[in-house]
């Protein structure tokens, strides 16, 4: 298994759609991809899969799939250039690095399906919907740009809900039991291999849209005393 991984990253070295912590790539993603199509973001994406679901879904747009794990990049990327898909690229890198990586408006929206619920109050900075990441995000969407949470974790889903009502951000929409909805958008139904796993074991997955404010509350303490007091 070691072997197979080294193999990958390897591999991945030679692949023309993973760029591994690359440098002076803000404000030149249209030009890296040869078009002025909108940007969509997948934070750690893992093995790709909603990334190229979402690329196939909406060939006019540009999706980028993030992640540190270069054996997972491997799957999706592959898959990308088996199907010569050319609006898909994977970017390695830290995702508390990701204000690095782009200039201002210049991301559509942002994807994050399934990551790490980090449960352990000692680990809450880590969850990709705490106000740390938000306002990396903000510094690159675009005003009114939404950001798309799927989840199993129903600890992860209540605690976005809570950041949202503490910093004034609007939410675009909330379900709290996807597959009960009769009518679901296409781009809700793909799956990961993540989502498979059902690793939190509620068999329920919870979806949130919402946007940021203009100007992001710099009060880490609001969020800490609901965190100390649970």
Not at 12 to 36: A, D, R, T
């Amino acid at each position: 298994m070691a072997q197979k991984k080294l193999l990958r990253f390897k591999e991945i070295k030679s692949f023309l759609n993973v760029l591994e912590y690359p440098e002076n790539m803000q404000g030149k993603w249209n030009e890296f991809f040869k078009n002025n199509n909108p940007i969509i973001l997948e934070l750690a994406c893992g093995k790709g899969e909603y990334t190229l679901g979402l690329a196939e879904l909406y060939p006019g747009k540009n999706f980028i799939g993030v992640d540190i794990k270069g054996n997972r990049l491997w799957a999706g990327a592959k898959t990308a250039l088996d199907k010569k898909m050319q609006n898909v690229v994977f970017l390695r890198t830290q995702i508390d690095k990701i204000n690095q990586y782009f200039v201002k408006d210049e991301v559509e929206e942002i994807w994050i399906t399934f990551p790490d619920p980090y449960l352990r109050k000692s680990k809450a900075r880590k969850r990709l919907t705490h106000l740390k990441f938000l306002r990396f995000y903000h510094e690159f969407l675009k005003p009114n740009g939404h950001i798309h949470l799927k989840t199993d974790s129903p600890d992860l889903y209540h605690f976005t809900k809570t950041v949202i009502n503490l910093y004034g951000l609007k939410t675009v929409c909330d379900i709290n039991d996807l597959y009960k909805i009769e009518k679901v958008k296409k781009e809700l139904k793909i799956k990961t291999y993540y989502e498979n796993l059902d690793i939190a074991k509620s068999n329920t997955v919870f979806y949130l849209c919402f946007t940021l404010p203009q100007i992001i509350d710099n009060n880490d303490e609001k969020l800490n005393a609901i965190l100390n007091n649970k």
